[in-house]
């Protein structure tokens, strides 16, 4: 016959291993992998967007949520490596900017995907439709590519003496042809000639700055890019330094010391981009989230920077700007 002490000491034995064994039955914490073509410093702010959203529906990384982050560092063609790397890994959701979306829709057919893109998600074949993607696709919509056009329009009415401008792209965006595409027919319409210069690393946007004085560039147009987002401090000084006009779709930019920027708010969409994964972890479907549109657009003016370059202050423009900068 067992003894009550013996029985005591034996219970407490069991209860002591009970936690250790429940822990092992515990299902292990949701991974998302983040495919991003930028680097982790260009990408700070937006992450910190992106965390908040996922905060929103109940997501802390570290706590109930680990993140694999996967930067591609303006190499676009580290990507699809990337990609594979995050599929074989099993990651509960994929979330991607607008370069490394494609890649990801590539390289798995099964693993949901968020996305946070400027382009067109349906025209580039990313989903079937904006309230019904269909797939394993989904995301957000910032309006930056297509606010290409009005950029220029910007830009010509604060310098309307302009009639030779530049475009800078990312020719390995795949975005970079349809903003070539606008921005000559936006040209065309107000009397503009266009030039368009690429540039994928640092050096080369030093180039470019030195073809612009060749051209003798009145002005300057930065493409949507998140390789050129993330030299917006760069971008600005070259600008300066050379006395080009220059706007860009990242507030970044002005703040910075660039002239203008006009676009969507990619931090609102980063935001959203959060909030979707988070419902993904919870089991939604991403072929039964509409695609987002991200509306808030912001349009920021330096005036310091437009008094050091002799531009007469446009009180119109001035009394449209979201953030005027002195």
Do not use: C
């Not at 005591?8 to 064994?21: E, F, K, V, Y």
């Not at 390289?107 to 996305?115: H, S, W």
């Not at 039964?288 to 370059?309: G, H, M, R, W």
């Amino acid at each position: 016959m067992m003894k009550r002490r013996e029985f005591i000491t034996l219970l407490g034995g069991a209860a002591a291993s009970w936690p250790l064994a429940a822990r092992a039955e515990q299902p292990a914490m949701p991974v998302i992998g983040l495919l991003n073509s930028a680097s982790p410093t260009a990408f700070s702010t937006l992450l910190g967007a992106f965390q908040k959203g996922l905060n929103e529906v109940g997501y802390v990384e570290g706590r109930n949520v680990a993140i694999e982050y996967r930067w591609a560092e303006g190499q676009y063609d580290r990507l699809p490596a990337l990609a594979a790397d995050l599929v074989s890994r099993h990651v509960a959701v994929i979330v991607a900017n607008t370069a490394a979306t494609s890649v990801a829709k590539a390289a798995t057919a099964t693993i949901p995907i968020v996305f946070t893109t400027g382009d067109d998600p349906v025209k580039s074949g990313l989903v079937a439709s904006l309230n019904r993607p269909g797939g394993n696709l989904t995301g957000v919509v910032s309006l930056n590519a297509e606010l290409g056009p009005k950029r220029i329009e910007l830009l010509k009415e604060w310098v309307p003496t302009a009639n030779n401008i530049g475009l800078l792209v990312n020719p390995a965006n795949p975005i970079s042809e349809v903003l070539t595409r606008d921005a000559h027919a936006a040209s065309r319409k107000l009397g503009l000639q266009l030039h368009v210069l690429n540039a994928d690393t640092e050096r080369e946007l030093d180039t470019v700055f030195a073809h612009l004085v060749q051209l003798r560039a009145d002005a300057l147009v930065i493409g949507a890019d998140a390789f050129l987002s993330g030299r917006s401090v760069q971008l600005a000084a070259l600008a300066t330094r050379h006395a080009v006009p220059t706007i860009s779709p990242y507030r970044a930019f002005a703040a910075a010391g660039g002239l203008m920027s006009y676009g969507g708010s990619n931090i609102d969409a980063s935001r959203l981009t959060g909030v979707y994964t988070g419902r993904i972890l919870k089991g939604e479907k991403p072929a039964d989230l509409p695609v987002q549109q991200s509306t808030k657009v912001e349009f920021t003016i330096n005036l310091k920077t437009a008094k050091t370059l002799g531009l007469t202050t446009s009180l119109p423009l001035l009394g449209r700007a979201d953030e005027v900068i002195e």
